[in-house]
C-alpha cells in the first residue's frame, strides 16, 4: 500500500467543503501540530505569488514564502513537526497508476512555456529540497517516513494528542482533530498573535447522517476508495444502492458519496453492512475484498500499527540497512528516492522544463547513478538491474536498466562510512571531473565547481551561461543580504541614489540586476524569446546536482555545498544569459566594491574549468527564425490534467504526483 500519494478519498474534501456545519472557528495557537509535510510544499509552491515555473525554479522566492509561513506559525506559539513520505516500496501494485500519472504531468511539463505557464504550475525538482532548508534553518523538527506517511501521520496525532494540518481527506476519516490547510487565515498576519482556522468536527458529521459509529465511517472511506483501494473496485455496489438524483450542482462522484453515507445510516454494524454489501459480488471475490476492505479499515481506526520506521525498511532480499543509513534517511537527511533503489531496485526522475526532441536531461548523469546503484545494491548478494524510469519524448518509460558492476567507487553500503574522507571525495571528484583543480575555489564551492565542470562536458556552456550562473549566486548571497532582497527596480533606483550607508553600493548593485529577477512582458504573450535551449541546458545543470548532492549525502555529506536557494533562480539567469550573449559582461558591470569580489569568484572558478564552449547555445538576434506570436491566452492550448486545471503534480517523487483538491 505504500505506493502513491493520491489524496485520499477522492471527492471527499471538495464535498465537505459545502458543509459549514461540520466545521468550527478556532484560534491556532501555543500548541504543538502535525503537519503533512509533501501537503504542506504543495500547497505553499501553489499559493507562493509571482513564480515563474517555465524557467526551471524560483528558489530563492518559494525559500522566502516558505519562511514566513513557518515563522507566522512560530510567533503563534505552534510548534510543528512535519512528517514526509519515504519510497516506492516494494509491493509494485501500482506501477501502472504511478507511470500513468507521471506521463499525465510529463505532458504538463513539455507544454509549460511563458505564456501557458500562467495555466500550467510544474513543481521544480528541488522544491522539496528547499522547503526543508527553511525546516533545517528554523530548527523545525521533521521525520521521514520509510514509505507511506498518511497513517504514521494520524498515529503520531493520536499519540501526541495534538491537531493534523493537511489538504488530505484521509484526515476526515482518521479519528484526530484535523484542520484543513485550506482554512488558514494568512492575511494580516503581522498584527495576530494567533491563526484563525477551522477544524472538522467528526461527531457532528456523523450525527447529521445518522451515522452510527465510526466503524461505519471507516468502512464509508474503505468502499468509496482510498489510497489504498481503488474506486472502480467497489463500482457494483453504487450499481445497486439507491443514489441520490442527479443534479446540476452535484458530480457523479459527490452523488455516491452522499448515497453510500445514507445507505450506511440504516446500519449499526459495519461487519454486518460490508457483508450484505458483498453479496452484491461473486463469491470467489468475497473473501479477497472483504480482506481488502479489513485492513484499509485497521489502518483508519489504528488497530495497525504504523510508525515512522516499517518492518520492511530493509533491502531487496530482506537484509538490513546500516544503523547510520536508517537514522539519517528517517530524520530526512537521505532523499527518500534513495530507498526505492535499495528496496525496490527501481525509481523515477523527474521530468523539468525540457526540449521533449532532446533526450531526458537525466541521461547525462546515468554514470553518477551508476555509482548510487553500485553502492546502494551491495547490501545484497543477488542484483540484476535497477531500473530507472523518467522522460522519453513526452511521456515516461525506462530509462535505463543499471546493472551495478564494480566502478571507482568500489566500495560497499555497510563499508562506506569506514573509509576515509579522503577516499570518500575522490569518489566524487573522480566521477565528475578527475584532474581539475579546485585548490583556488572557496571550500564551499568545491564541489559546485566540479558539478559546474561536468555541465560543461556534457552541454554547450559558454562563459556568458557560466557568469550568469555565478552572477545569481553571489546576488543571492551577496546582495541580498545587505539591500533586503528588494526586487522592486524603482524602489532599488530610488535607494542606490539616497542611500548613504555603506550599502550604497549593494542598492546599487541591486539595481542593476533587479532587472534579471523578472520575466519580460512580451514573453507573457509570445514565446519568440523563450529559448528552450538555454532552459533544457539549465535542467541538465539541476539534474546534475541532483544526482551529485544525493551521492554526496549518502557518502557523508563530504563536501559542503550551497543552499539550492542560494544558488538557482531560473527566471534571473535565463535573462542574464540572454543579456550577456547580447552584450558581454565587462568587469565594471556592477559598482566599484562589489565587482571586484565578484570577478574575483568568477575567475577562481572558470580558471579551474577544462570544457567551456566558446560558442553559446543561444542563436544571434539577427538570424533567430521568428516564431509564431500567440496574443492572447485564450489562443494558448494546452495539455492540462483531467481535474482542474491549475492541478500540479510533485516532479520529485513518485509518491506525490498529486493534485491538491
Known sequence: IHFYKRMGVRGLSTYLSHRETFFEDLELKNTRVIIDGDNLRFALYKWC?????????????????????????????????????????????????????????????????????????????????VFMEVLKDLSIEMRQCSYEADEVIAQVAMKEN????????????????????????????????????????????????????????????????????????????????????????????????????????????????????????????????????????????????????????????????????????????LPNWLLSVVANRKYFLSTQMEQKDQPSVHECCLKIHQALVNILTSVDTNCDAVKIYGRVKCSVSLLDSVKPCPGLEDVSLNGLRSASIEQRMDILKELLSPGIDISNVPDHLKLYTLVLDYWCQNSIVSLAELQSVLLCHFSLTQIDPKTEAIRNSKKLAKLAQEDVSDNKGYFQAASKVSQFFHIEESMKTSTRKFEIGVVHSLSKLQAIIFATTALNRLLGNVYSFPNISHIFNGTFIFNAILQFVKVPYKEGFLPPGISEPFNSLVSSVVDSLKNVSSQSRVPSPKKKKKKSVITSESDVIVAVPTEKVETFYDVENMFSTLSLE
Open 162 to 333: 495534538c491537531p493534523v494540518i493537511s489538504n488530505d481527506s484521509d484526515f476526515y476519516i482518521f479519528n484526530v482533530q484535523f484542520i484543513s490547510l485550506d482554512s488558514l487565515e494568512l492575511d494580516n498576519l503581522e498584527q495576530e498573535k494567533s491563526i484563525r482556522c477551522r477544524v472538522f468536527n467528526r461527531e457532528k458529521m456523523l450525527a447529521y447522517y445518522g451515522i452510527y459509529s465510526l466503524e461505519l465511517l471507516h468502512l464509508f472511506a474503505s468502499l468509496m476508495g482510498n489510497d489504498y483501494i481503488p474506486p472502480q473496485v467497489f463500482e457494483k455496489i453504487f450499481m445497486n444502492i439507491k443514489l441520490p438524483k442527479k443534479t446540476k450542482d452535484a458530480s457523479e462522484r459527490h452523488r455516491k458519496i452522499k448515497g453510500l453515507l445514507l445507505y450506511l445510516s440504516k446500519e449499526r454494524c459495519a461487519k454486518q453492512a460490508l457483508n450484505k454489501l458483498l453479496g452484491y459480488f461473486q463469491e470467489n471475490e468475497r473473501l479477497k475484498l472483504k480482506q481488502k476492505v479489513l485492513n484499509s479499515v485497521n489502518i483508519y481506526n489504528g488497530s495497525t500499527t504504523c510508525d515512522i520506521v516499517s518492518p520492511e525498511f530493509s533491502s531487496h532480499e530482506s537484509n538490513p540497512l546500516p544503523p547510520w543509513f536508517v537514522t539519517e534517511y528517517h530524520s530526512a537527511g
Open 49 to 129: 505569488p509571482g513564480l515563474n515555473h517555465c524557467f526551471g525554479g524560483d528558489y530563492d522566492k518559494y525559500y522566502r514564502y516558505v519562511k514566513q509561513f513557518f515563522s507566522l506559525l512560530l510567533s503563534c506559539g505552534v510548534t510543528p513537526i512535519i512528517v514526509f513520505d519515504g519510497g516506492y516500496d516494494k509491493s509494485d501494485q501500482k506501477l501502472a497508476t504511478v507511470m500513468h500519472r507521471l506521463s499525465e504531468h510529463t505532458k504538463n511539463a513539455m507544454a509549460c512555456n511563458s505564456v501557458t505557464q500562467s495555466k500550467l504550475q510544474v513543481f521544480p525538482i528541488f522544491g522539496k529540497e
